[in-house]
Nanobody
């Protein structure tokens, strides 16, 4: 299984970025897909999740600014990030889960400057 994240980079506060995660080696439509992030010195936390049933869960800290979408035909999950803040800085990880099976992609770094 591979989860390939892309789209990270340096952006000014108030700007936007879109992260994308391309998956292979799993039956994508059967998995809950999510994005997590880890800021320096902090624990990894859920940013947003979209289940295989189409339900969405978004962290309070990004609600109204970030949105998650998935394309089961292309086996991709995306995270649109708007109105970025310096506290959004961190490594962003793609995550796939089905029952006891879960997989992580490599992180893509998002840096928001003031």
């Amino acid at each position: 299984v591979q989860l390939q994240a892309s789209g990270g980079g340096l952006v000014q506060s108030g700007g936007s970025l879109e992260l994308s995660c391309a998956s292979s080696g799993l039956v994508f439509r059967d998995y809950d897909m999510g994005w997590y992030r880890q800021a320096p010195g902090k624990q990894r936390e859920l940013v947003a999740k979209r289940t295989r049933f189409g339900l969405t869960n978004v962290a309070d800290s990004v609600k109204g600014r970030f949105s998650i979408s998935r394309d089961n035909a292309k086996n991709t999950v995306s995270l649109q990030m708007n109105s970025l803040k310096t506290e959004d800085t961190g490594d962003y990880f793609c995550h796939a889960k089905r029952g006891r099976w879960e997989f992580w992609g490599q992180g893509t770094l998002v840096t928001v400057s003031s």
